[in-house]
């Protein structure tokens, strides 16, 4: 199924980065000294989870997932694209 050019799946999924994205939070970290990683808790369903993760947006642990950087930037272009979109002149 199809929403103004993009399936609905796609939709669904952008919008549950944002939600991870907007929920998430940066701490140090476990791995890295002195590194940090934006984490965020993992409440979202497994599906969509595993497509984020096989596109690097995310790694996934028991509990949590982490954004990586190129999720983070994502993420925020999607807050853009969604909810700050270009006014058309």
Request: glycine share 6%; hydrophobic share 35%; aromatic share 12%.
């Amino acid at each position: 199924m199809t929403y103004q050019g993009m399936r609905i799946d796609q939709k669904v999924s952008d919008l549950n980065m944002i939600l991870i994205y907007l929920n998430g939070w940066e701490e140090q970290s476990r791995k890295v000294p002195g590194g940090k990683v934006f984490r965020a808790w993992k409440n979202y369903p497994f599906d969509i989870l595993n497509e984020l993760e096989r596109q690097n947006l995310i790694r996934q642990y028991p509990k949590s997932i982490i954004v990586t950087r190129e999720g983070q930037m994502k993420a925020e272009e999607l807050l853009h694209r969604y909810f700050y979109p270009q006014k058309k002149v």
